[in-house]
């Protein structure tokens, strides 16, 4: 029951997202390439700054919902893990799972994390791009103990991938959305 209040409570949230500003309820082809121009242009330092920001708001939230798509059906799973390393910051899954052909075949994804009170949430957008650099894959693991025992940074089964041109939306009941990018 608890899980299924949970999911209720993360569609809800990003429909009310959308509704905080009706005319950018539906991102198009002319906003995304304004993020990554806006993206290109933001200083290192504040890019840094807001990466840390999203990937704060990620581990407060646990668990994490990132939406794909495989033709014209989207597809949405929980995810656990985001780290910073080397200026980047990853998510991780397996090179067997659907998601991860997903997400090769169409970089483009969308993350919702509601924090436990159930009132704030956060939409992330951007691109994600396959990192097979062996000591990413081992810091990752290192930082993430638990994984070890269904992944090796050399297995070829392990992937790890990066956001490019992300967008953060921060979103809540109480008040207005702020968005950032990194």
Not at 87 to 99: A, E, N, P, Q, S
Not at 146 to 175: E, H, P, Q, W
């Amino acid at each position: 029951m608890k899980k299924i209040i949970f999911t209720l409570a993360v569609l809800l949230s990003t429909a009310a997202c959308t509704q905080n500003k009706p005319a950018q309820a539906v991102e198009n082809e002319t906003e995304t390439a304004t993020q990554t121009e806006v993206a290109d242009t933001i200083d290192p330092q504040t890019k840094s700054e807001n990466m840390k920001e999203v990937q704060a708001y990620l581990k407060e939230c646990g668990a994490f919902f990132i939406a794909t798509v495989d033709g014209d059906q989207p597809h949405v799973r929980a995810f656990g893990v985001s780290e910073i390393i080397n200026d980047r910051l990853y998510i991780m899954t397996g090179k067997v799972k659907d998601v991860y052909k997903q997400m090769a075949k169409n970089g483009k994804f969308e993350i919702c994390a509601l924090k436990p009170n159930g009132s704030e949430w956060m939409r992330v957008t951007g691109t994600l791009v396959n990192d097979d650099d062996l000591a990413v894959k081992e810091e990752f693991l290192n930082r993430n103990e638990g994984l070890k025992s269904m992944y090796k940074a050399d297995d070829d089964n392990m992937a790890v991938l990066y956001i490019t041109n992300g967008t953060a939306r921060f979103c809540s009941f109480a008040g207005p959305e702020r968005k950032t990018h990194f």
